[in-house]
């Protein structure tokens, strides 16, 4: 094949992770069980997932010049995604809790993914809204088909021929306030 089946364009992040008995109320402080580092992001994950399922696939994306970079390239180095990383500022970071039941809390502090700058892939393109809108909309531009995983979800004027989102997106979705048909 003369080139990757699916191009992503999005985060990449190292994922911090605590698991706790039940997720913490504002002001709370609970104890956690465990603690773990992950290989994350949106993009990143998504593109380890596609390359898992046997496509061929490219990410580009953007990590700190931090101890933090290389942990967050495992996951798809070792799924043998094609990478184009941009190397500036500190890498993006998820704190995740975990509760027993499976509900989880997420904050993502994006790092470096903020100053990835836009490119154009063709072809099939994923993104998702962890990145500056100005690289998901260059991200679009040329692509044969475009999907957009809407998360975290937010006003953005282009329509994607596939648009992927959780139940809390699908409620900014259904209201009509996520993407405006241009």
Excluded at 10 to 23: C, F, H, M, P
């Amino acid at each position: 094949m003369a080139g990757p089946a699916l191009t992503v364009v999005g985060s990449i992040n190292l994922d911090l992770v605590a698991r706790v008995a039940q997720l913490p109320r504002p002001g709370e402080t609970v104890s956690g069980s465990d603690f773990d580092r992950f290989p994350g992001g949106k993009g990143a994950n998504q593109a380890v997932a596609a390359a898992r399922l046997g496509a061929q696939v490219r990410m580009i994306g953007a990590v700190g010049v931090d101890p933090f970079a290389d942990e967050a390239l495992a996951g798809l180095r070792s799924a043998d995604v094609e990478l184009h990383v941009q190397r500036e500022g500190v890498t993006g970071i998820a704190l995740i809790l975990v509760a027993a039941d499976g509900e989880n809390q997420i904050v993502v502090v994006p790092g470096a993914n903020h100053r990835l700058t836009p490119q154009s892939p063709a072809g099939a393109v994923l993104s998702q809204l962890e990145v500056p809108d100005e690289v998901v909309r260059a991200a679009a531009r040329n692509a044969d088909f475009f999907a957009l995983n809407a998360a975290p979800a937010r006003p953005i004027d282009l329509e994607p021929d596939l648009l992927i989102v959780n139940r809390f997106e699908y409620e900014v979705v259904s209201r009509g306030k996520l993407v405006a048909v241009t």
